[in-house]
C-alpha cells in the first residue's frame, strides 16, 4: 500500500509469475490493460480468490455463452449489395467494434476487404492507405457511403477539417505529420494494405502505434510474409498485448515455430 517492496515465495512466483509478466508487458502508456487480455486477468483473479476485474462482464457472454455473431445490417447511409460473405465480415466488424476490440481482415486480394471497412465507419474515422490508393479509396466512399464528406488529407495544402466524417492519408504522410494526425480524436482507425507496418522498427510502425482510437481494422491479403514478427506488429497495432510482448513473442512462438 505504500508503494514499497514486499518479498513474494518462490512458488508464488512458480504458479503465476509468467501470466503476472504478460499482464504486465500488456499495459498502455498509462497503465491500463487492454480490453483483449480481460479474460487473463479474470482467470487470474479467480485462481487467486480476488474480485474479477472492472469492464469483464460486458465480455463475460463472449467467454461463457457464445452463441455465435449477431447479424448486424448495414449502415443506413450504405448503397450497394454486398455478398453473403462480406455480410459475415461486417458482422464480425461491427461485433468487435461493439467490444472494443481491433480487427484483422486478411481476406485474399479481390474478396472485398475495401467495402466490408467502409461499412464498419463512422464519422471521425481516419483511413490510411498506400498512395497509390488513395482516390480508388475515394471513389469507393462515394460511391459505398455517399453519407459520410471523405476528405483527401494529401498534397502541399494538405488540411483536416475541425470536425471530419472520413480523412484519407497515405503512409507517407503519416510519417510526416503524425504530430497533427495524433491531436485529433478520433473514432475508427484503418490500415489498408496493412503489411506496411511489418516492421515495428519502422517509422510507419511506431507512428502507427501513437495514433488512437476505440475502434482500429487492419485490411491486408498478406498478413505475414516472412517472419512471424510481422504479425506480432499488425496486432501490437489492432490489439496491444493480446500477443505479449515483442521480445517474448519472438522467443514463445517465433524462434520455436
Known sequence: GDLGFAQLPRDWFERFGSRVADLLA???DQDRLPTCVLPDLAQLCDDL???PPPGLERLRPLIENWEGLPAAGQPDGFQGELRTYQQRGVDWLLFLRREGLGALLA????????????CALEPRALVIVPTSLLYNWKEELERFRPDLEVNVFHGPRRQIPSNPDVVLTSYAILRNDIEQ???MDWSTLV???AQNIKNADSQAARAAYRLQAPFRIALT?????NRLEELWSQLHFLNPGLLGGRSDFEQRYARPI
Open 26 to 28: 500488456a499495459r498502455d
Open 49 to 51: 480468490d480476488a474480485p
Open 107 to 118: 481476406d485474399d486480394m479481390g474478396l472485398g476487404k475495401t467495402v466490408q471497412a467502409i
Open 181 to 183: 494526425l495524433t491531436s
Open 191 to 193: 490500415l489498408d494494405e
Open 221 to 225: 491479403g498478406t498478413p505475414v510474409e
